[in-house]
Nanobody
Framework: QVQLVESGGGLVQAGGSLRLTCVASGHLFSTYAMAWFRQAPGKERGFVAASGWLARNVDYDDSVKGRFIISRDNDKNTVDLQMNILKTEDTAVYYC????????????????WGQGTEVTVSS
């Protein structure tokens, strides 16, 4: 069983930065792929970024490549999402997710989810 708790959301102006953090409980964290998804109002939840259990194995949705960075610390059981050059279209609730396998790009591939943290980017 893995429990995930996100933090770091808030209100930021376009062009600004935010850093989201997800803290995981459970001693198997280092073996899980970790991901961030987001859900904007009226839209489906979609993939943002993921990190395999090897931190160098990462991937991003095209919409955030070059602006967002995912990183994990297996000693601290955390996975962060550094979000730079934020755009109004990045406004969403951001969710942390864990998968006991390799990186996935769909919600159904992830077993554990956090409660979400809201990010609002103003123009």
């Amino acid at each position: 069983q893995v429990q995930l708790v996100e933090s770091g959301g808030g209100l930021v102006q376009a062009g600004g930065s935010l850093r989201l953090t997800c803290v995981a409980s459970g001693h198997l964290f280092s073996t899980y792929a970790m991901a961030w998804f987001r859900q904007a109002p009226g839209k489906e939840r979609g993939f943002v970024a993921a990190s395999g259990w090897l931190a160098r194995n990462v991937d991003y949705d095209d919409s955030v490549k070059g602006r967002f960075i995912i990183s994990r610390d297996n000693d601290k059981n955390t996975v962060d999402l550094q979000m730079n050059i934020l755009k109004t279209e990045d406004t969403a609730v951001y969710y942390c997710a864990a998968c006991p396998r390799k990186i996935g790009y769909h919600q159904w591939e992830y077993t554990y989810w956090g409660q979400g943290t809201e990010v609002t980017v103003s123009s």
